[in-house]
């Protein structure tokens, strides 16, 4: 009785210590599940953007919302002339009107692609707009019963989603020292002159055909638009100029578009 009595004692510790463990496993393969899908939702989401596709409709189905918290700063980027204003998308509807829902791939892959800085000027002023662009998606990849077309909308709750903040901005100073293209700090003719003059044409060049993409994505996506603890950027340069463009009958809605093809000639 009493070698059985410390078998059973042995066993019990081991199993604590198995049960103790489970848990963790469970959460290490439900985070790789995680990570595998955001690394393939990356990879459709950001060829959709540097391609400028405008056909992916099926993206109706899982792109829930869109906003962009534009912010306005004087020319120094130091002081706010304007404060946050979120401008909203929907799949049934939009801030403004008329109406401008996500009801089509090119709108959703155009506001996707809005630059991070734009020009910003009225009758009292110019300056910066900064745009702040967020998308809340359901994971495209994953479990055939989540995805459309499933309805239900117990089941999209519970299914994965994230949250994706884009970002678009033109090749600048951040990939080379400015001093280079300062040609105006030497006597004219003169071969520190002519070689950054050359170089400032270049890199005009490249600010209006060459864009960093960033794609940041967190979650899962909980109530009240918050967030869990995963996180994971990618970053790409995307070739071809960034072309602004309108809907018929939507000037107020501007969309953007890579064109691969086609690119900005030195002045």
């Known amino acids: 009785m009493v070698e059985i009595a410390i078998s059973l004692a042995i066993i019990g510790f081991a199993l604590v210590a198995i049960i103790g463990v ?5 959460n290490v393969q439900k985070d790789n599940r995680e990570e595998t899908i955001i690394n393939q939702d990356e990879t459709v989401l950001m060829n959709a953007i540097r391609n400028g596709a405008q056909g992916l409709d099926d993206l109706t189905n899982y792109v829930m919302a869109i ?10 980027m130091t002081k706010v002339v304007q404060n946050t204003v979120p401008n909203w998308y929907t799949t049934t509807n939009s801030f403004g ?20 800085y734009l020009a910003w000027s009225t009758g009292k002023g110019s300056g910066v707009a900064s745009n702040h662009v967020v998308a809340y998606v359901r994971s495209m990849s994953g479990p055939a019963f989540e ?7 117990d089941v999209q709750d519970l299914g994965f989603s994230y949250r994706m903040t884009s970002e678009v901005l033109p090749y600048g100073t951040n990939y080379y020292d400015p001093s280079w293209t300062n040609y105006t700090a030497f006597p004219a003719n003169s071969p520190d002159y002519i070689w950054r003059y050359n170089y400032w044409l270049a890199a005009n060049n490249l600010q209006a055909s060459l864009h960093d993409v960033r794609l940041t994505f967190l979650w899962p996506l909980l109530a009240r638009g918050r967030t869990g603890n995963g996180g994971q950027a990618f970053r790409t340069l995307a070739s071809g100029q960034l072309l602004q463009t309108y809907e018929v009958g939507f000037p107020q809605n501007p969309l953007y578009f890579f064109q691969p093809q086609t690119y900005v000639k030195s002045p």
């Open 22 to 26: 489970l848990p963790l496993g469970m």
């Open 67 to 76: 906003t962009n918290y534009v912010t306005v700063y004087d020319q120094t």
């Open 97 to 116: 009107s008329p109406q401008f829902p996500l009801t089509s791939g090119s709108r959703i892959v155009g506001l996707l692609s809005t630059p991070k």
């Open 147 to 153: 995805k459309f077309p499933q309805k239900n909308p």
